[in-house]
């Protein structure tokens, strides 16, 4: 169908022209082969429609994988945002572009674990140069899986902190709700109330949700709640 040629969408939604490969160039998949089965045309009609880009910076790693990730991990990074895509396609957000980039470990400045303290100051220090909602990856978050914060700020020269921080934890389930959780704040979202939401539940009030592989569920609410962020882009 003209409406889903990957060329024309690949052009006009990615700013990407021919020759290409679908999986590094449409779904933005850099890091090798995927242990998941990709649907090219469930990925072009998301990325069309009202979608938003993610930066994903790699804190401590280096090009020849000597520092914090491996190959494996990398792999396990990709599959979660793919995870995540297919979560926020219950409620029409498409997750567009992904901008890889990294931090090298000498100039992380320690940065590879962090609390939530050390998660604002990462955020302050770096972010991508770029539209994407910055999503760093660290090797260990030491009181939470994540941080994020709720209804984050467009303008990465704020002050405070202007992205979500995940440990790369877990199966690549387990890694793109996470994933979706974290940015879910930065769109705007509370915790839900509910182990089967994608925002988890805080029944202690101690601000950090539970979530778990099947916290699955996004409502139409919730959707309309992060459609209305400044990060949202119209259907291109």
Same mark, same amino acid.
Request: with cysteine; aromatic share 6%; net charge negative.
């Given at each position: 169908?003209?409406?889903?040629?990957i060329r024309s969408i690949a052009n006009?939604?990615?700013?990407?022209?021919?020759? %290409?490969?679908?999986?590094?160039?449409?779904?933005?998949?850099?890091?090798?082969?995927?242990?998941? !089965?990709?649907?090219?045309?469930?990925?072009? &009609?998301?990325?069309?429609?009202?979608?938003?880009?993610?930066?994903?910076?790699?804190?401590?790693?280096?090009?020849?994988?000597? @520092?914090?990730?491996?190959?494996a991990d990398t792999r396990r990074m &990709? !599959? +979660?945002?793919? /995870?995540?895509?297919?979560?926020?396609?219950? /409620? @029409?957000?498409?997750?567009?572009?992904?901008?890889?980039?990294?931090?090298?470990?000498?100039? #992380?400045?320690?940065? $590879?674990?962090?609390?939530? #303290?050390?998660?604002?100051?990462?955020?302050?220090?770096?972010? +991508?140069?770029?539209? +994407?909602?910055?999503?760093?990856?660290?090797?260990?978050? $030491?009181?939470?899986? *994540?941080?994020?914060?709720?209804?984050?700020?467009?303008?990465?020269? =704020?002050? @405070?902190?202007?992205?979500? /921080?995940?440990? %790369?934890?877990?199966?690549?389930? /387990?890694? *793109?709700?996470?994933? !979706?959780?974290?940015? *879910?704040?930065?769109?705007?979202?509370?915790? !839900?109330?509910?182990?089967?939401?994608?925002? @988890?539940?805080?029944?202690? *009030?101690?601000?950090?949700?539970?979530?778990? =592989?099947?916290?699955?569920?996004?409502?139409? =609410?919730?959707?309309? $709640?992060?459609?209305?962020?400044?990060?949202?882009? #119209? #259907?291109?």
């Amino acid at each position: 169908m003209a409406n889903l040629s990957i060329r024309s969408i690949a052009n006009s939604c990615l700013d990407v022209d021919p020759p %290409l490969s679908v999986r590094r160039d449409v779904f933005g998949y850099i890091w090798g082969t995927m242990n998941r !089965a990709l649907s090219v045309k469930s990925h072009l &009609q998301r990325i069309k429609g009202t979608s938003h880009n993610l930066c994903l910076i790699l804190v401590g790693h280096e090009n020849d994988f000597s @520092g914090q990730f491996d190959v494996a991990d990398t792999r396990r990074m &990709q !599959a +979660g945002v793919d /995870v995540m895509r297919e979560l926020y396609a219950q /409620v @029409g957000i498409g997750v567009r572009k992904l901008y890889w980039t990294r931090i090298p470990l000498a100039d #992380a400045n320690g940065h $590879t674990i962090v609390n939530a #303290a050390g998660a604002t100051d990462l955020t302050e220090e770096w972010s +991508g140069d770029n539209d +994407g909602i910055d999503v760093f990856f660290v090797t260990s978050v $030491t009181d939470a899986g *994540g941080w994020s914060v709720r209804n984050g700020p467009c303008d990465k020269d =704020a002050q @405070g902190r202007t992205g979500a /921080v995940l440990e %790369l934890m877990g199966s690549d389930q /387990v890694m *793109g709700v996470l994933m !979706a959780h974290e940015v *879910g704040h930065y769109l705007g979202l509370p915790h !839900a109330g509910s182990l089967t939401n994608v925002m @988890g539940d805080d029944s202690d *009030g101690d601000g950090i949700g539970s979530i778990n =592989a099947g916290s699955v569920d996004l409502t139409g =609410a919730q959707g309309n $709640t992060m459609q209305s962020h400044c990060s949202i882009q #119209a #259907a291109c």
